[in-house]
């Protein structure tokens, strides 16, 4: 070695071509070690902390009871905790957009229903893009609203309902926020009857239960899994239900079509997006294991009790159910002259 102008140089090139190719297939593995390594780190390594679960509306609302469930099993299944956040406000635009502005890194995702979507179509404006901020993991579980009633309001039927508000009594229906699914289900109720009802909003189903059985207003249409428990203790009296058939949990209580008003059909979905951005190789993780706890017996179990009917619907497809139901849903909107 000799030094020239302050730097060291090596003295003797390397003449044996041998020597020259062992070297250079030595670094050529090296770098394809390492780019393999690099590549599988994310998934590898996946997750290495906490993972927060935002859910757009308050506590005790079918999506806080859905996220809470798959969290718990997520914690299990992959060995770090998965911990819930709830930020509700305007008809959860305020934790989607929470969400929407988060890191693309795995770390932060979000459980809502097709309020996410149809938000909208509903608002001016909202501060995310439903398409353009979010990549859909699944659809995990869907559910059909109820309509309840406080014990103290005389209805033992939807008939019997309908009379009563047509007096002018009983007018006051709870809604779960603006753009939600039990929203929109009082307004096709309404419609289809030519109802005269006051909507009143809450920052998720929770607390639109806990108004209805304190009877401040005594009568909504909730999502079964945020009523069940209550219908079963008293509480509450449900009417009808707005599934196709009728419901395990509740064999007793007719369709909303076999409690004579057709055309009511409607079921709720419980989603899981993540970020715009987020690494493909997460985002097919995160698929696969949640599809694997809606899946495991304890939590279908558990779902199927308060009325979840659980599902696996794939990125591609629930994409897909996205593009259809907003033009459906702008349309409904626009008709029916829904403001928020």
Same mark, same amino acid.
């Given at each position: 070695?000799?030094?020239?102008?302050?730097?060291?140089?090596?003295?003797?090139?390397?003449?044996?071509?041998?020597?020259?190719?062992?070297?250079?297939?030595?670094?050529?593995?090296?770098?394809?070690?390492?780019?393999?390594?690099?590549?599988?780190?994310?998934?590898? *390594?996946? !997750?290495? =902390?906490? &993972?927060?679960?935002? @859910?757009?509306?308050?506590?005790? #609302?079918?999506?806080?009871? $859905? %996220?809470?469930?798959?969290?718990?099993?997520?914690?299990?299944?992959?060995?770090?905790?998965?911990?819930?956040?709830?930020?509700?406000?305007?008809?959860?635009?305020?934790?989607?957009?929470?969400?929407?502005?988060?890191?693309?890194?795995?770390?932060?995702?979000?459980?809502?229903?097709?309020?996410?979507?149809?938000?909208?179509?509903?608002?001016?404006?909202?501060?995310?893009?439903?398409?353009?901020?979010?990549?859909?993991?699944?659809?995990?579980?869907?559910?059909?609203?109820?309509?309840?009633?406080?014990? *103290?309001? !005389?209805? =033992?039927? &939807?008939?019997?309902? @309908?009379?009563?508000?047509?007096? #002018?009594?009983?007018?006051? $229906? %709870?809604?779960?926020?603006?753009?939600?699914?039990?929203?929109?289900?009082?307004?096709?109720?309404?419609?289809?009857?030519?109802?005269?009802?006051?909507?009143?909003?809450?920052?998720?189903?929770?607390?639109?239960?806990?108004?209805?059985?304190?009877?401040?207003?005594?009568?909504?249409?909730?999502?079964?899994?945020?009523?069940?428990?209550?219908?079963?203790?008293?509480?509450?009296?449900?009417?009808?239900?707005?599934?196709?058939?009728?419901?395990?949990?509740?064999?007793?209580?007719?369709?909303?079509?076999?409690?004579?008003?057709?055309?009511? &059909?409607?079921?709720?979905?419980?989603?899981?997006?993540?970020?715009?951005?987020?690494?493909?190789?997460?985002?097919?993780?995160?698929?696969?294991?949640?599809?694997?706890?809606?899946?495991?017996?304890?939590?279908?179990?558990?779902?199927?009790?308060?009325?979840?009917?659980?599902?696996?619907?794939?990125?591609?497809?629930?994409?897909?159910?996205?593009?259809?139901?907003?033009?459906?849903?702008?349309?409904?909107?626009?008709?029916?002259?829904?403001?928020?």
């Amino acid at each position: 070695m000799r030094r020239e102008a302050g730097r060291a140089t090596l003295s003797c090139p390397i003449e044996d071509p041998n020597v020259r190719n062992w070297i250079a297939i030595s670094i050529g593995f090296a770098l394809l070690l390492g780019g393999t390594a690099q590549g599988q780190t994310t998934k590898d *390594s996946y !997750p290495s =902390r906490p &993972v927060r679960i935002i @859910v757009p509306f308050a506590a005790g #609302g079918p999506g806080d009871i $859905f %996220a809470r469930l798959i969290g718990q099993k997520l914690s299990e299944q992959l060995g770090q905790q998965f911990f819930i956040e709830n930020r509700p406000g305007a008809s959860g635009n305020i934790g989607t957009a929470v969400a929407a502005r988060a890191p693309a890194d795995g770390y932060t995702l979000m459980v809502g229903s097709s309020a996410v979507w149809i938000n909208a179509s509903l608002y001016p404006q909202i501060p995310y893009d439903p398409v353009k901020d979010f990549e859909p993991i699944i659809i995990g579980a869907t559910s059909p609203e109820v309509l309840v009633v406080h014990p *103290s309001v !005389p209805a =033992r039927s &939807v008939q019997e309902l @309908v009379t009563l508000v047509r007096a #002018g009594k009983y007018t006051n $229906f %709870a809604i779960a926020g603006v753009g939600t699914p039990p929203h929109l289900s009082t307004e096709l109720f309404k419609l289809s009857l030519k109802l005269d009802i006051v909507m009143v909003p809450f920052g998720g189903g929770g607390p639109m239960v806990q108004s209805v059985v304190a009877g401040h207003t005594p009568v909504a249409f909730s999502t079964l899994p945020a009523a069940s428990g209550q219908i079963k203790d008293g509480l509450l009296r449900a009417l009808a239900v707005t599934s196709a058939k009728r419901i395990a949990i509740l064999p007793d209580v007719p369709t909303m079509e076999e409690a004579g008003v057709p055309g009511q &059909v409607q079921e709720a979905p419980q989603c899981v997006w993540v970020p715009m951005g987020t690494p493909g190789d997460i985002i097919d993780l995160l698929f696969r294991e949640i599809a694997r706890a809606v899946a495991s017996p304890d939590v279908k179990k558990k779902m199927e009790a308060i009325g979840y009917e659980p599902a696996a619907v794939p990125p591609d497809e629930f994409k897909a159910r996205i593009k259809a139901d907003m033009p459906k849903w702008a349309k409904v909107i626009r008709d029916a002259g829904i403001r928020p």
